[in-house]
């Protein structure tokens, strides 16, 4: 089973950058592809950004491309998210997510494909 615990959220003003974090336990997390979903009020929990456990493979969402990037710390168990040019649309819960894989250079971008989940973290983009 892993447990996975986002941070870094915060209130910030549009055009701010926001690193997020996610650390994964209980599990080898090199054999895991990460991924970072958002949920806004109202809204349907919408993709983000996947990594694959090698850490090369990623995608993004359309409405992040550019402004934002995943990246891994295999060795920290920890993935990230660094958002720049931070819009008011951006403002959501960011969850991380994980499923395991025997394949290094695959990554998901559906949300059934993940396995395991965090709580989220909340993130306000306001002036």
């Known amino acids: 089973q892993v447990q996975l615990g986002e941070s870094g959220g915060g209130e910030v003003q549009p055009g701010d950058s926001l690193r997020l974090s996610c650390a994964a336990s209980?599990?080898?997390?090199?054999?895991?592809?990460m991924g970072w979903f958002r949920q806004a009020p109202g809204k349907e929990r919408e993709f983000v950004a996947a990594?694959?456990?090698?850490?090369?493979?990623?995608d993004y969402a359309t409405s992040v491309k550019g402004r934002s990037t995943i990246s891994r710390d295999n060795a920290k168990n920890t993935v990230y998210l660094q958002m720049n040019s931070l819009k008011p649309e951006d403002t959501a819960v960011y969850y991380c997510?994980?499923?395991?894989?025997?394949?290094?250079?695959?990554?998901?971008?559906?949300?059934?494909?993940?396995?395991?989940w965090g709580q989220g973290t909340q993130v306000t983009v306001s002036a």
């Open positions: 990594i694959s456990p090698r850490g090369v493979d990623t």
């Open positions: 209980g599990g080898p997390f090199s054999n895991y592809a």
């Open positions: 997510a994980a499923r395991a894989t025997s394949t290094s250079s695959y990554f998901y971008t559906r949300a059934n494909s993940y396995q395991y």
